[in-house]
């Protein structure tokens, strides 16, 4: 059970607490409680082991295909984290014996797991355990365990096993080749182990500091190795009273660290570097290292996004900081090789692969508030370059084709081939996203506008975002498909935002966006040629621009776009979407279980049912209305509102993607609760009583979603079609303040709004345009506006 | 806890019973309660999980090599045993709620597992399980289980998870490539996997019938499809008294089955006959299956072997059934292409390689009990020969030098190159025996002479051991080195049955058993040259016997042989041995713990000590006493008693393999007692009430020990230097009657010893001669000679 205002005074809002054990739901605390850096994921699994746990440690960017018939995925490295602990032999277990009190929290100011456990033993001896853990924000590398045990009432023999252990697989699935191990002066474990296709070595270097009320404690412990295994056993015996510490502080470092992953390397450098870093760390113990730890939290995090909600309800403040924690901590920001994982770097749902979730979900957030991060974020994609246009190739098609599902920059296109059970055949389910949900492409060159328009960065245009715009718009020109009989271009047999609906033709969402993506070409070509001849020199040789340029004009003229119907304001989803059956949904809308159509329904059947997964038709929606696209190519609020009425009832939410965007929207038609509610909803995916659904981890779009639901939402935040930041302010109701800061241009804006006012602050005094409900203002240092005069 | 005499009436002396139920110790009932056929070995596991369990399907022969730094093993398929149980939505586990009564019997007659348990949930509510499980030996393809729930008190809702798990590996090395998942009419699951390496497919096809009060019932499963996973989910509700009860019946099927092993296989033929076969099967029921499966058992293995003892402790008569059941179950009789591994098909220990212990500690109960099985085993070392005659060349000698370790015939030597850790250095040891323990080339030489002198199966030698005891002679003769100060042929470097000490020169055992092997081939060569002239050309054409012949003669009669000192009558296991440091033993002879001198030396210290893992000298004097050198050659009773008495107490007997040589000396040197107590501790190797060290497996040549103890310790048998059957019975003080079958040149001799009388018949009534203490007695049909009299 989850409980959301444990934390007082220095920590009133910044505790997620888990109240009472539940060994049945073990995934959900594992995943939202999950610690990291960018660097890598720790899955916030107990020390002592349960059946259903899933014990996960995963490095951005180490990717591997276990398998020739697999697809590259983020390996599971060697655990570290599990402790077998007994007491006078006993195995400590919550599952055994009694639990007095426990609680379990995670505490996104200090980035520190804690949990507190009264236990009294099978045979009724009472011990207090106190676990403390954080993944380094200092020193990317590392990770610092804690243990404390006091015996209580009688007189206990401790023991524990702890060490490094490589039998983890990927759900069966093995990455790694067995590896060395071994143990220098009982004391220091060291633990190699290579993937086993992309020869990337890990090293895992741990060892341990024991006190007994405070005063360091020599052990001598039995040393052990198994098969991918090596582990130290301590005893020690405690009289009532006695508090026992141990300390493990562990490093992680990779060959595909940039300081290794160059010509000349050798295993022996990284061995011999992290052994020696281990050793340095260690001295320091854990108290230092978390000290370290927690200032960088505070500067780089906390101070720099400072996000204040002034709510009724504390879930709110809790959820915007639950949002930032793990931007944080799933974004590789030390690394512009590596991409943002779906599920973060939390567990193993999607293995790692990065999804149009990031440049439509994750990378507003960055783009607005770190745009240094969202540069590399987007540099990703630029290196990914190689693998789209390989995939355009295999495709039949030219210039670059994104991959639906990415994993290492080159890999090109990663998405597995087979899911789920088929009800009706018994067979397992063909994915074909990888093959024609084409969208992704677009929405990466939508990314990169809008990345443009709100940081200015024209070092990041010349030198990568054109590029990728021009080759984008090549793909769509060879994609789009001549009708004859309308004498327009489709593009047919396409998946959708909507993935209940395969191979459908002209999608609303796809065509738009791939009308926008030429567009976007046109324009970027006619101004580069004006602007940087040199630049436009190299990459009309590159991408013979010329012919393609009049080729982009040719097709964006004639594209189809499904326009709002006349009778009714609906845009088409696609071209048969209006007139499929319709069923009631009410049993799916209620059931919150992910995929629970498909217990009644196998694709096929879904396809022909009036029926959506997520935003989809409201995405567009939400999308075109932050682009040059001027007003008569934008939609009108009457088309929004009539699409949300139309669509949200045949909506089943069965992606995490869909809620913020709804949330977004119903403040576009101004149904202000009903956006809180939807904001509510779309921030509980994780955060949420709900206890199994973040089993395979956290929803990393839908937390980017928190933060857009509240920016683009509430605050309104919006580029207008000539290049203005756009602030529509309406914040709920039951909020007296929501503070945050953005970036445009390079400069910070402090953004304060309030029921009454907005107030916007430009940091380094540069002068700023400002649309408000319409209206421009300029803003030169500071502005205050009142907002229902603004909003007449 | 393990009991002994629960067994009543038709089951006296049948049962093997836990009666307690153990979490922290459920290796000892999952190897020496496992199931199998020979074809495949079913760890007991419990169909609930729990975290230490270890769930093992192994099929023999089905070896694969799982990455480049790992060697060849039995991997470890799908599991198809676990059940995830829920009582109105708990957890069925023996660590929740309360146990009433729990009873796990392996039932040795019917080999069927058997788990009746009394439980009460954490809400309160009362259900009496029984599990029942058998492993075919009717169809040796063919698993079935049966559980059966009754509601004892409540109504509850019950719900289980059953299908087949693909996410298991080998502790972490997976070997198989995810395969293909279908469930054919919500009903049939058919999982099929592929190693990565030998391309072994496996078909795994599984269904399940349900019943409620003993009529059949109809339920709708849920199907997922996890990754590698695939299993329904099936509710049901219980009324108090309801029985319901879940048949499942399992058949494994693979690409080594010698039907589908052959030219124009291909992976559909697997599939459909597989496919079809189960649904046959499954047709009948888990109680007729259950039948035909009890009778076949009663056929071909209890009316066979016919092994009675009558004894004043139960124990004793239920130790020989133990020991038949596992010889059978372990042995792969069904194909000469595969042999016993050194853990049968238990667990992974050893990873299903082949030992010596077959040849010395195993194949003499198959010899004397079932030659046709005899003879399958060692056609299996002659398909070796390939791999012998490679690993000959490979370290530089000629002939057939047979692999330490063996998998599938032609792979060669598979022995690991690392092990444990090195308590010194912190790093793994080095592990040498697939180098230098070379004895094994001789013990399949002694095997062959030992099964051809008791079967008088000629066509094996024309066909297959003339070739076999040439080719190992070669190696020897290779391998030997002359030693210029002596004169005389050394074998320098290496390791004897003792395999604590590493890097000696002329081990008594290597030497001697060396000397028998040329002196064997010598033999054969002579005789074959008379009886067979045309196999002896083909042999000496591909062999060049002729010249090889005169080296084996030089080299027999200069080889040092290690002789008894003048002073005491020892034989020193090696040139160095009895130099060596002594130390106080009695830690590591009373610790009973696996390898645990190694926790204070490492394996360079222990090599300075003078402390013997397992019998060495001993076996060599056990089985000279077998082998056609004349009495002068063997070792008289002097020699025996000295070094029995010299190195038992310097032996650890940290092998299995040690107990049953030491229990069949002290039989010969006339300590009945310590025989007899020798024979239980043996026995008690697994059957004991030791719960931890059968965790890995079971010690198959321990198990062929049990046998070894008392038909060549109690009843005294052996060959005498002539090549008649000797018996010098002697049987423990408290046994009434001792009777079992051996078969003398194809003729079943039905033997019974009782304190005063060995009787004898000849079942087929051909003539036999026996030697009985000395003296020569002819059987016609039927004899009985009084002991005391005949040992005067």
Redesign the interface.
């Known amino acids: 059970m989850i409980e959301y205002s444990l934390g007082k005074d220095e920590f009133k809002d910044w505790l997620v607490s888990e109240v009472e054990f539940s060994p ?1 739901s073990l995934g959900k605390c594992e995943s939202i409680m999950y610690l990291g850096n960018g660097y890598m994921g720790l899955r916030s699994v107990t020390e002592e ?3 259903k746990e899933t014990r996960n440690l995963l490095v951005s960017g180490t990717f591997n295909k ?5 697809v590259t995925e983020l390996p599971n490295l060697a655990d570290i984290t599990r402790l077998d602990i007994r007491v006078d032999g006993e ?1 400590f277990s919550l ?2 014996g009694q639990t007095s009190s426990y609680l379990r929290q995670l505490n996104l100011k200090t980035a520190e797991l804690t949990r507190e456990v009264e236990w009294v033993s099978p045979k009724g001896k009472e011990l207090r355990f106190y676990f403390r853990r954080f993944v380094s924000l200092d020193n990317l590398h590392l990770i610092g365990m804690k243990m404390e045990v006091e015996a209580l009432n009688d007189p206990v023999q401790l023991s524990f096993d702890s060490g490094v252990n ?9 990455h790694f ?2 590896g ?7 004391r220091f474990i060291e633990l190699i182990q290579t993937t ?1 296709q992309s020869n990337v070595d890990i090293a895992i270097n741990t060892t341990h500091k024991l006190m007994l009320n405070d005063k360091e404690l020599s052990l001598d412990p ?7 295994k ?1 582990w130290l056993t301590f005893n020690v015996s405690l009289e009532p009273g006695d508090v026992f510490t141990s300390e493990k502080i562990t490093t992680i470092h990779t060959s595909r660290d940039k300081e290794f992953d160059k010509p000349g390397y050798e295993i022996g450098k990284l061995r011999d570097f992290a052994h020696n870093e281990l050793k340095e760390s260690a001295l320091k113990g854990y108290d230092k290292l978390f000290d370290s730890h927690v200032r960088v939290w505070q500067e780089k995090v906390w101070e720099a996004y400072d996000f204040e909600v002034d709510s009724k309800h504390t879930f709110d403040q809790l959820a915007i900081r639950f949002a930032l924690y793990h931007l944080t901590i799933m974004t590789p920001a030390h690394d512009d090789r590596m991409g943002i994982g779906a599920k973060a770097l939390s567990g193993q749902g999607y293995k790692g692969h990065s999804f149009w979730d990031t440049e439509i979900f994750i990378l507003p957030f960055f783009t607005y508030s770190n745009p240094q991060i969202a540069r590399s974020l987007l540099t990703y994609r630029y290196r990914g370059l190689a693998g789209a246009r390989k995939k355009a190739i295999e495709n039949g098609y030219k210039g670059a084709m994104y991959p639906w599902e990415a994993a290492w920059p080159t890999d090109g296109e990663v998405t597995p081939a087979w899911g ?2 088929d ?1 009706v055949t ?3 389910t063909k994915i074909w996203s990888g093959l024609i949900e084409q969208h992704i492409t677009s929405d990466i060159a939508f990314a990169i506008y809008q990345y443009y328009v709100v940081t200015n960065d024209q070092d990041f245009m010349d030198d990568y975002g054109y590029e990728m715009i021009f080759d984008t718009a090549n793909f769509w020109a060879s994609r789009l498909e001549w009708n004859d009989d309308n004498q327009e271009y489709h593009i047919n047999d396409v998946i959708g935002p909507d993935e209940y609906k395969e191979h459908v033709n002209n999608n609303a969402y796809t065509n738009h966006m791939t009308y926008f993506n030429l567009r976007l070409a046109i324009q970027f070509y006619e101004l580069l040629q004006t602007e940087n001849p040199a630049r436009f020199k190299q990459l009309n040789e590159l991408l013979r621009l010329d012919p393609n340029y009049r080729d982009w004009k040719l097709k964006a003229e004639n594209l189809y776009l499904p326009s709002p119907r006349k009778e009714d304001l609906i845009i088409p989803q696609d071209d048969t979407y209006l007139s499929l059956k319709q069923i009631d949904l009410s049993r799916y809308k209620n059931q919150k279980q992910v995929r629970g159509i498909y ?1 009644d329904y196998n694709p096929e059947q879904i396809n022909q049912l009036q029926v959506t997964k997520q935003a989809d038709v409201l995405v567009l929606l939400y999308l075109l209305e932050q682009t040059f696209l001027n007003e008569d190519q934008r939609f009108s609020y009457e088309v929004k509102e009539s699409n949300f009425n139309f669509y949200e009832p045949k909506t089943l939410h069965d992606s995490s993607l869909s809620l913020a965007t709804h949330a977004i929207l119903a403040n576009d038609i101004e149904k202000g609760e009903l956006a809180y509610s939807l904001f509510k909803e779309a921030s509980e995916i994780d955060l949420g009583p709900s206890m199994q659904t973040s089993d395979d981890g956290v929803h990393a779009a839908s937390i980017g979603g928190i933060w857009s639901a509240a920016v683009f939402g509430f605050a309104g935040v919006r580029i207008s079609c000539n290049g203005r930041l756009k602030l529509n302010p309406c914040i709920p109701k039951h909020w007296n303040k929501m503070k945050f800061t953005i970036y445009w241009h390079g400069q910070p804006l402090f953004i304060t709004i309030t029921q009454e006012t907005l107030s916007v602050v430009a940091v380094n005094k540069e002068l700023v345009e400002l649309e408000v409900f319409g209206k421009v203002y300029t803003c030169e240092d500071h502005m205050e506006i009142p907002i229902s005069s603004a909003n007449e």
Do not use: F, T
Request: proline content about 2%.
């Open positions: 049945d082991p349960y059946l276990a398998a020739k018939n697999e195995r599952e055994l490589a039998q983890m697989s990927n759900s069966g699935a093995q080749l067995e060395e191990r071994r143990i220098y002066n009982r086993n039995d040393m052990d190795m198994g098969r991918r090596v789920d059970v009800i018994g067979e397992q217990k």
